[in-house]
């Protein structure tokens, strides 16, 4: 399995690997800048030529990068669309240069324009990136969102919409997060619940798009819209949602990620991580039993 959690780069991004490392990681995701500043952040020569030699040698792989939170590409107002995609483009040059497959974005928000207007504002600017940066091989995985607000991508006809609208989608992927989702109102917690919600999934949007999975449980119920991310069996999904995911075939090769609350010492992670481990080895023994 590929688990891991997003980490800090505070002190250089090559300290998100080691901090990765040192709670047990297979993979671990990132801001490949400051998410709350809009001013760029160079990459040295240096830092990347040492976050590349700290990633081989903790073979952590695959590194995941997330946009900053400043970024609205949905953006009916063409100076903040012009500055998110200023830093859109400087994510996925950072990707480029540290050896990053994915860079996770948030769809963004109409902000009243309405989800058409929305989703025509993110497939140009996901039209004019990837005139920008081709070749560079980074994959944009849109992640579906808590359905707050404005916000687009809470449902998976919004995605596919986006999909869909863009000129060229072979470079995009998806990023599922289970808060988001069961915040979205899909069900996750029962067999019924959890397979309806994937068979929507792959009819709208394909499951050979997913590439990415966000394990958070929920502080809010059930379609609440609420994007508040709880520590894996306390919140409001509970253990059997988790341990359903963890055993599905279908996403065994998937980098699984942690964007729970957590203090400097990590000790919430390496819970957190131990509680997903536990689900994972319980069922293959059941499984091996039954053999
Ligand atoms: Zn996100
Ligand atoms: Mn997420
Ligand atoms: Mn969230």
């Not at 505070?10 to 080691?18: E, F, H, R, W």
């Not at 404005?150 to 596919?160: A, H, I, M, Q």
């Not at 899909?186 to 997913?210: I, K, M, N, P, Q």
């Amino acid at each position: 399995m590929l688990l891991g959690a997003h980490m800090s780069i505070s002190g250089g991004v090559d300290k998100a690997i080691l901090r990765g490392h040192e709670v047990a990681c297979e993979t671990i995701q990132i801001f490949t800048r400051s998410p709350r500043q809009w001013r760029a952040r160079v990459l040295e020569d240096e830092e990347i030529a040492r976050f590349r030699r700290v990633q081989e040698e903790t073979g952590i792989d695959p590194v995941i990068a997330h946009d900053c939170y400043l970024i609205n590409l949905a953006s009916p107002e063409d100076e903040l669309w012009q500055k998110s995609l200023i830093v859109f483009l400087e994510e996925l040059g950072h990707c480029r240069d540290l050896g990053i497959p994915y860079l996770v974005l948030h769809p963004g928000s109409h902000v009243g324009a309405g989800e058409d207007a929305g989703l025509e504002r993110v497939a140009a600017a996901l039209d004019q990136a990837r005139g920008e940066i081709d070749g560079s091989g980074v994959k944009v995985l849109l992640e579906n969102t808590a359905g707050q607000g404005t916000n687009l991508g809470s449902t998976f006809k919004e995605l596919s919409a986006l999909l869909n609208a863009v000129t060229d989608d072979s470079w995009l992927g998806v990023c599922f997060d289970t808060c988001h989702a069961f915040a979205a109102g899909h069900e996750l917690r029962t067999r019924e619940g959890y397979e309806a919600t994937w068979r929507e999934f792959d009819e709208l949007v394909g499951l050979e798009r997913l590439m990415v999975i966000h394990l958070n449980d929920a502080k809010g119920d059930l379609g609440s819209g609420l994007d508040r991310h709880e520590h894996i069996g306390r919140g409001r999904m509970g253990l059997e949602a988790f341990r359903m995911l963890l055993n599905d075939q279908r996403f065994r090769h998937l980098p699984m990620v942690l964007e729970t609350p957590k203090g400097p010492d990590l000790a919430e992670d390496r819970e957190n991580l131990r509680v997903l481990r536990s689900l994972v080895s319980a069922r293959a023994a059941e499984r091996d039993a039954k053999n």
